[in-house]
């Protein structure tokens, strides 16, 4: 049974949110049957101030331009009601998961995950927030609904994956709205840390699959165990043929706790983020390759989270320095420079801590917010937000 919510933001399409300038382990087999004024720095973040809208630096192609007007300031949160047009949807409660709907670019429909409830909505722009699935998911620790993914032809079955963790172990599952979740991949070990995981499509028919060590580092360099690998799987649950070993679902080995998977538009380049006990890191995913070598570190562990590659600059969302991490990208895709940071209040908009990120064009993407786990939420958190591309820049501040 769907339940609706009222929508309770602004209601504002993709065109004008960007011409308004924002900154911002066994298978299971089944049949597979189709779904039917002058600037100002930004104030903090506190339940009585809501962030303010801040302008890009670059334009978004096919979408009309932000004016060379002076910034207005937005009101606070009303309540459940947003008045920042980067803000889709509102009081959910912690935003891990979320995964953009195809669109023309006149609009945007998001899936988006409670990691602690395990409700899934789909909010738009436009639209109210209706609840379509409720998977029944153990939140304890860092487990709970931690990935979402559309499957490789949603255009035609209309199914998506989750990433959840169970009372007995971490699992894949995929549904259709309305319709009960059915297991893809089970058996993924769980721990009492090391659970959270993530989906990526990764646009050859396959379905990526990043999971956490379950606490123990040596099950991550285990080719016997799921724990700590980046997993390629058909969307039934077997390994992928072009994998390493075409009787295993391993890609790469060597996460501890992975934040999100994204890749290049044609998915020639794909990318993990992971939270390692000494350091944050960016890892290039090669197969059959243990992810010991990784592109950018973070030693001060901002808590990588979700992900967007937009060819030139590869961003990264964070949850304890509650920012982007935009990194340079060179011709061949290594990391170019520092990252440049964006979102924090100072550069940007600041929406608190950040946890999961998709791409909705090739300019804006969309993420979740996670306040209500441990930061400061408003009155309006948890959201699901509109973030539009920046500029290549070279290396960021010191």
Not at 213 to 228: I, T, V
Not at 286 to 296: I, K
Not at 304 to 317: H, I, K, R
């Amino acid at each position: 049974m769907r339940i609706i919510r009222p929508g309770r933001r602004g209601n504002w399409p993709l065109a004008v949110v960007a011409s308004a300038g924002l900154f911002l382990a066994g298978c299971a087999e089944f049949e597979d049957s189709a779904a039917p004024t002058s600037w100002q720095p930004a104030p903090q973040l506190t339940p009585e101030a809501g962030p303010q809208p801040d302008l890009p630096e670059a334009g978004t192609p096919g979408v009309p331009s932000a004016p060379p007007t002076s910034r207005t300031p937005v009101p606070p949160p009303d309540g459940c009601t947003d008045f920042d047009k980067a803000v889709i949807a509102t009081c959910l409660d912690t935003v891990s998961a979320v995964a953009a709907l195809p669109t023309d670019g006149s609009t945007v429909n998001v899936y988006a995950g409670e990691r602690r409830s395990g409700t899934v909505f789909r909010v738009g722009a436009n639209a109210d927030q209706e609840e379509v699935a409720r998977l029944d998911v153990e939140a304890t620790g860092d487990g709970g609904l931690t990935g979402l993914a559309l499957s490789p032809g949603y255009g035609e079955d209309g199914l998506v994956f989750a990433y959840i963790t169970t009372d007995t172990d971490n699992r894949v599952v995929r549904f259709a709205e309305g319709e009960p979740a059915k297991p893809v991949l089970t058996g993924i070990p769980k721990g009492a840390t090391g659970n959270r995981g993530a989906l990526l499509a990764d646009g050859r028919g396959s379905l990526l699959v990043a999971t956490g060590n379950a606490g123990d580092s040596r099950a991550a360099a285990d080719p016997k165990s799921l724990a700590g690998k980046v997993l390629r799987i058909t969307p039934t649950g077997q390994p992928a043929q072009d994998n390493p070993d075409p009787d295993s679902p391993v890609l790469a080995s060597g996460l501890h706790a992975p934040g999100g998977l994204c890749k290049t538009s044609d998915g020639s380049r794909l990318w993990v983020t992971d939270q390692a006990p000494d350091r944050d890191a960016l890892y290039r995913i090669e197969a059959g390759e243990q992810l010991s070598v990784p592109a950018w570190t973070w030693p001060e562990k901002p808590g990588v989270t979700g992900c967007t590659d937009w060819t030139d600059v590869l961003a990264v969302a964070t949850s304890e320095a509650a920012n982007i991490q935009n990194l340079p990208l060179t011709e061949d895709g290594s990391v170019g420079g520092k990252p440049q940071v964006t979102m924090d209040g100072e550069n940007g908009t600041s929406y608190g801590k950040l946890g999961a990120l998709d791409p909705v064009t090739p300019d804006v993407a969309v993420a979740g917010t996670v306040n209500k786990d441990g930061g400061k939420p408003i009155s309006s958190d948890d959201r699901v937000v509109l973030i539009v591309r920046q500029p290549a820049s070279g290396s960021g501040r010191d």
